[in-house]
């Protein structure tokens, strides 16, 4: 069935109207063929971006030097990408020069592997000249062309073939694995970044088990900071994981001898990442005490981390219950979810002890009423603080 292409047809028809000729390609063939939800939709094209951009309203130029463009039809987006072939890569990283061309079948030789490098036309006719298709049905990740020669164009390939393992469940051919085997030294040239969005979707994958195994088996592993140092392939997490953050918390969980600090140093992580791999660890922590998710967890981990709790705690032990619900639950029956919301505020304690000069005890008296507001030993009320305040916790005065 051939309805979700249907919008990017459209695009592709309004391309070969104006005399050029457009395919879908990629990610998208791939995952059609193979029976999965279609994601993006990616379309190569004889034409320039400037073509394109006078044929579409909508085109947002996102990377005209490589061919690519935006173009919006129908409020969905199309990466609409000119037939190049790529030479020289000489340092390992990027291609020394893109250069267009005219014929489709030059496009799909530089792509990575026979799975990605068939190309559907709007009748829904495949191109494929790599027998790609043969390949899905083979459940088989094969590099187009000599493997050595793709893998020391690029070594990132090696890190995307078993990312597609791990996506997909698929097996990678002999000659491919070997190549992989052999070269595998290659990572140290391309960018920790890079690796870095690879090695997540390695985890996230639902085979992430393979994906692990074959880091290992390969050496890939050996060239991933700070998981070169551990026996990953022992110690296999018991189900997926979502994003950096959770990586990090399960194996500084499982190894006390390396620092959450020197994942987000050495793999080059955000600021947003460390700060959700700080929270998780923390309530992970405190989970792991108590033994149950209790108020003063829930309040201070994020919402948005519920899933990532939860799933943390399945990859760490799998006899676990799903958590998220029981998270959510309770944070519906905390007394308030944020500080503002607490009857008593800094203001107020300031009036009630006028003669104390201000200093670091009004924060640690606000914490002090913010936790036993949280935690159910005083109700959150003006009245009933203000009380608890003066009656039996007077402030040390200096
Ligand atoms: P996903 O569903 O994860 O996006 P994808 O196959 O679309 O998978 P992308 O990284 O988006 O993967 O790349 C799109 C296509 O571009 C690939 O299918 C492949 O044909 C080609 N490609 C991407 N990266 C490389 C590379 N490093 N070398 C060769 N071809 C590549
Ligand atoms: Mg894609």
Redesign the pocket.
């Known amino acids: 069935n051939l309805e979700v292409f249907k919008p990017a047809f459209e695009v592709i028809q309004k391309i070969e109207e104006a005399g050029g000729e457009a395919y879908i390609?990629?990610?998208?063939v791939?995952?059609y063929l193979s029976g999965r939800p279609v994601?993006?939709i990616?379309i190569a094209t004889s034409e320039t971006p400037e073509q394109i951009q006078e044929i579409f309203e909508k085109v947002i130029p996102v990377g005209i030097e490589h061919g690519t463009v935006i173009v919006r039809h129908r409020s969905i987006s199309y990466e609409v990408t000119t037939y190049r072939v790529?030479e020289g890569y000489e340092d390992y990283r990027h291609p020394d020069e893109v250069t267009f061309v005219r014929d489709i079948n030059l496009d799909?030789a530089?792509?990575?592997?026979t799975?990605?490098?068939i190309a559907m036309s709007r009748s829904g006719k495949l191109i494929d000249p790599y027998n790609g298709h043969d390949a899905i049905r083979n459940q088989s990740i094969e590099a187009?062309g000599m493997p050595e020669e793709?893998f020391e164009?690029?070594p990132?390939?090696m890190m995307?073939a078993v990312?597609?393992a791990s996506?997909l469940s698929f097996q990678i051919e002999k000659k491919t694995e070997e190549a992989l085997n052999q070269l595998s030294h290659l990572l140290e040239h391309i960018s920790v970044e890079r690796v870095a969005v690879e090695t997540e979707?390695i985890f996230r994958g639902p085979d992430y088990a393979l994906g692990v195994e074959l880091l290992h088996t390969t050496g890939l592993k050996n060239h991933l900071p700070i998981l070169k140092d551990l026996d990953i392939h022992k110690n296999v997490p018991e189900s997926s994981l979502y994003g950096w953050h959770e990586i990090i918390a399960y194996y500084v969980s499982q190894y006390p001898q390396i620092s959450a600090e020197d994942f987000m140093k050495l793999w080059k992580l955000s600021k947003d990442t460390k700060k959700k791999t700080e929270q998780l660890l923390l309530a992970y922590k405190r989970y792991k005490k108590d033994k149950k998710v209790n108020a003063w967890l829930v309040y201070q981990l994020d919402e948005e981390l519920f899933p990532s709790f939860s799933r943390l705690s399945s990859a760490l032990d799998s006899e676990e219950e799903d958590l998220n619900e029981a998270l959510t639950r309770r944070k519906q029956q905390l007394p308030i979810q944020e500080k503002k919301e607490l009857s008593f505020q800094a203001s107020d304690l300031l009036q009630l002890l006028s003669d104390l000069p201000k200093g670091p005890w009004i924060s640690e008296w606000m914490s002090k009423i913010e936790h036993h507001v949280v935690t159910g030993k005083i109700e959150n009320d003006y009245e009933i603080i203000k009380e608890w305040v003066r009656e039996w916790n007077p402030p040390a005065r200096n």
């Open positions: 390609v990629g990610g998208a791939r995952d994601n993006d990616d790529e799909l530089r792509r990575d592997f799975i990605n490098a187009v793709r164009e690029d990132l390939r995307r990312r597609f996506q979707k």
